[in-house]
């Protein structure tokens, strides 16, 4: 389904259009620091799954340090 488009664009003097253009910079760059904190946040999150899951799940092909010493001094 096609939806509708639109485009603001300001124009006028530059007395004019600079205000709203220096509010609009400011509120799409605290959009950016949100969503910075929730990709760190959702990373975190990742991370912590993972490692989580490595820690309850054995490794194949790993050997405790000591299971090593055991087959070295045999």
């Known amino acids: 389904a096609q939806l509708p488009i639109y485009k603001y664009v300001p124009y006028g003097s530059l ?43 054995p490794q194949t092909g790993t050997t405790t340090a000591s299971e090593a010493a055991a087959n070295n001094s045999s």
């Open 15 to 57: 007395e004019e259009v600079m205000p709203y253009l220096i509010r609009r910079a400011q509120e799409n760059s605290a959009v950016g620091v949100s969503i910075a904190k929730e990709a760190s946040s959702v990373m975190a999150e990742i991370r912590r799954r993972m490692l989580g899951r490595a820690k309850t799940q």
